[in-house]
């Protein structure tokens, strides 16, 4: 079974700053990882994916994040934060069946 | 391109009526197709999902039923609406060779 976990439910950034959201999976199969970004009474909008290949991913909006498989974990950063970076962030592993695992998302707050 | 609407965004129901979200996605064939909820503070939950008209999984059991009538078409129902059915509701879909699953835009449903 796959299982994603997120640290951090809340995180607090001054703008510049970089942020870097955590996200460690389990999965029985090789794994396929997402980033999705929501903004408020919004839809999921995807960030970015590894699925094969290259293990540093970049993503819309100067998003990027590593697949590590000896540290089962898929870390999202940008290097300098901006307001419009204020949303909850969900990591995910593709299950059995196309179906997602998402794990419980991390708030980002962006001070100014 | 593919496009996913969901209906209606937001609705206020009385416990113990009737619901019924809908879902239609354009620009692409046979999709697998999902009901999502994301309760507050409880991340997503996969709810169903469809391979095909009339074949649906439910992945927990609960108080909501889906149908998929047509191809692109997924509809979310309750015959009776329990408090416990607040939340907010997503409809994805994505190919069924492909790996990636795309979200709409949401509806929120409170039941009073």
């Known amino acids: 079974a796959q299982s994603v976990t997120q640290l951090g439910s809340h995180v607090s950034v001054s703008e510049g700053a970089l942020v870097l959201l955590r996200c460690n999976y389990s999965?029985?199969?090789?794994?396929?990882l997402f980033w999705y970004v929501q903004y408020p009474n919004q839809g999921l909008q995807l960030l970015l994916k590894y699925t094969t290949g290259a293990t540093l991913v970049k993503g819309i909006n100067g998003f990027e994040a590593e697949f590590k498989k000896s540290e089962t974990s898929f870390h999202l950063t940008k290097p300098s934060a901006h307001m419009s970076d204020a949303a909850e962030y969900f990591c995910a592993v593709r299950a059995a069946g196309n179906k997602l695992t998402f794990g419980g998302g991390t708030r980002v707050l962006v001070k100014p | 391109s593919q496009t996913i609407h969901q209906w209606p965004a937001t609705l206020v129901q009385p416990v113990g009526s009737p619901l019924s979200l809908e879902c239609t996605v354009e620009?692409?064939?046979?999709?697998?197709l999902y009901w999502y909820r994301q309760a507050a503070g409880r991340g997503l939950q996969l709810l169903f999902y469809s391979v095909g008209i009339g074949q649906i999984s439910s992945e927990v059991p609960q108080n909501l039923s889906a149908s998929r009538p047509q191809d692109r078409q997924f509809i979310l129902s309750s015959k009776k609406l329990l408090l416990s059915d607040s939340g907010f509701y997503l409809c994805a879909w994505g190919q069924l060779t492909g790996n990636t699953i795309y979200f709409g835009e949401g509806s929120w449903l409170t039941v009073v």
């Open positions: 620009g692409t064939s046979n999709p697998n």
């Open positions: 999965s029985s199969v090789p794994p396929y």
